[in-house]
């Protein structure tokens, strides 16, 4: 089979190489689509931190079982499936207390452990999340992100009925707009310096929408929430300007969720933080409830995945998708790689 291996950064190189062996416990899937994110644009950079050369990609994905272990009853040949990434120990306090999602010493597929970027992908079944008949292949391929959505968001509690306010339209962004909308937000909105991305939220149903190059958002926010501003914020850019908004725009008593992934350490006014008495809440991935309530969202229709789709590329054609990405002055939200 072919696997689709990034050997240092900005390549990728195509080998041959023999299907994965299946334990009892294994589901090997074929993979059928590829969602390209921001972590992996990073690698693709050399600039993400925790990954070495050479790796195999792949952690947002969408498949189909072809075979299961002997042991394995959650799936059988044939069902649509998505997996979560995550590799972790068992051991640690946080594994031991319900918090695998940070554990210890994780790793994510993709990254520290090889990806689904071959034909063919094998793990044991505790990653493997069935999906229904229904659900189409893109849709599948989009869970993972969502899932980050609404990890996110229930770090900020109960969005039901409050006034929400997203810093970052990238996929992420834009994908946590629309969860909290979903979960019953009064009132959602985004920003960002970008028009394309903006629109892009409006496609998707976000529509107020703040362009904080061109508009004041401490105005903007009292125009479209009022005096009593924002309940929430999530910040999910990960840069110092909008991590400096969120603490700036804040109310007293609110909430901030960090969303973002910071490449460089941002300086933050925390007199603020504690002068307004805010929560600064971080949030990473998601665990098994993530996935089922972004399963749910997808299942009820209230996600719109399609308009997010920008870019399509066959599997061979993996490294034309970074050099898309790279081309398209940031006009891109989400680029899928298709396997026949
Ligand atoms: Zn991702
Ligand atoms: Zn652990």
Redesign the pocket.
């Known amino acids: 089979m072919k696997q689709a291996v990034m050997t240092e950064p900005g390549k990728i190189s195509f080998y041959d190489v023999a299907q994965p062996a299946l334990a009892d416990h294994d589901v090997l899937m074929q993979t059928k689509r590829i969602g390209v994110c921001g972590s992996d644009i990073h690698v693709y950079h050399g600039m993400h931190p925790y990954t070495s050369y050479p790796v195999v990609q792949g952690h947002e994905v969408g498949g189909v079982v072809v075979a299961v272990g002997k042991a394995v009853t959650k799936v059988k040949e044939g069902d649509k499936i998505t997996f979560m990434p995550q590799v ?5 306090y ?2 031991q207390h319900g918090m ?1 999602h940070i ?4 790793k994510v597929m993709g990254f520290q452990t090889g990806g689904a970027a071959q034909e063919y992908f094998a793990m044991p079944e505790w990653h493997v999340i069935k999906l229904p008949e229904t659900m189409s292949l893109d849709q599948a391929a989009m869970i993972e992100p969502i899932s980050v959505a609404v990890h996110a968001i229930a770090r900020g509690g109960d969005v039901a009925g409050k006034r929400v306010l997203v810093l970052g339209a990238g996929a992420i962004g834009n994908l946590t707009a629309q969860v909290a909308k979903a979960s019953g937000a009064q009132a959602v909105m985004i920003t960002d310096i970008s028009p394309y991305k903006l629109e892009k939220a409006r496609q998707c149903g976000i529509d107020c929408t703040v362009n904080t190059a061109e508009e004041n958002l401490a105005e903007a926010i009292l125009q479209h929430f009022g005096p009593a501003k924002a309940d929430l914020i999530l910040e999910c850019v990960g840069v110092e300007p909008t991590m400096t908004q969120a603490v700036e725009v804040a109310r007293k008593g609110t909430t901030i969720v960090v969303v973002g992934v910071f490449g460089q350490k941002p300086q933050v006014d925390l007199g603020l933080v504690q002068d307004r008495e805010l929560s600064l809440v971080g949030t990473l991935m998601y665990q098994q409830a993530d996935y089922e309530r972004a399963l749910e969202l997808v299942a009820e229709g209230k996600m719109h995945l399609d308009e997010m789709i920008t870019h399509r590329f066959a599997f061979e054609d993996y490294l034309d998708a970074y050099h898309a990405i790279e081309d398209s002055n940031g006009h891109y939200l989400k680029v899928m790689i298709e396997l026949d």
């Not at 972790?88 to 640690?92: H, Q, V």
């Not at 554990?103 to 994780?106: A, M, R, T």
């Open positions: 972790t120990c068992g051991e640690c946080p594994c695998y554990c210890e010493s994780l």
